[in-house]
């Protein structure tokens, strides 16, 4: 079963202040859009941090907003943004500055369920099947 509330009232977590400490430790995907793993001492966790720039029209990527409004989804086996910022002054190693959206969502080692299926190929048994849609 899936709740999801209306995207003017999005989850709690959605619009609590994101962690102070957050470290951007490694590059963990650069397709579409650029995502780091980020680290916060204070909670001790883990967040998968996605950048979604601004275009040259000053327009937030509809992507992004899309991505947003999942917050309000609560369940078990669906990843959803903790933190997100609309807007966000970002300068890279070399020094390159933009404004991008970001999204935080919790992060998953292991990788996404698609990865196990077409990358590592691993076959799923009855028993796999019931673990990942019990």
């Known amino acids: 079963k899936i709740s999801i509330k209306p995207s003017q009232k999005l989850c709690p977590e959605i619009h609590s202040q994101k962690p102070d ?3 951007i430790l490694k590059l963990i ?7 780091f793993l980020a680290h916060s ?6 967040y ?22 999942t917050a309000g989804l609560k369940h078990k086996n ?4 903790r933190y997100t910022e609309d ?4 300068r890279s190693l070399d020094g390159f500055k933009f404004q991008a959206s970001v999204t935080y969502m919790e992060y998953a080692p292991y990788g996404t369920l698609y990865d196990l299926i ?3 190929k691993v076959v799923l048994n ?5 673990t990942f849609f019990h």
């Open 118 to 120: 077409k990358v590592k």
């Open 21 to 23: 400490d957050l470290t």
């Open 48 to 69: 998968a941090m996605k950048i979604f720039p601004i275009n040259r029209k000053d327009s937030i990527n509809p992507l992004y907003l899309c991505e947003k409004s």
């Open 41 to 46: 001492e204070e909670e001790d966790n883990y």
């Open 78 to 81: 669906i990843i959803v943004p």
């Open 126 to 130: 009855d028993l796999l099947v019931r």
């Open 29 to 35: 995907s650069k397709a579409k859009f650029t995502v």
């Open 87 to 90: 807007r966000m002054n970002i």
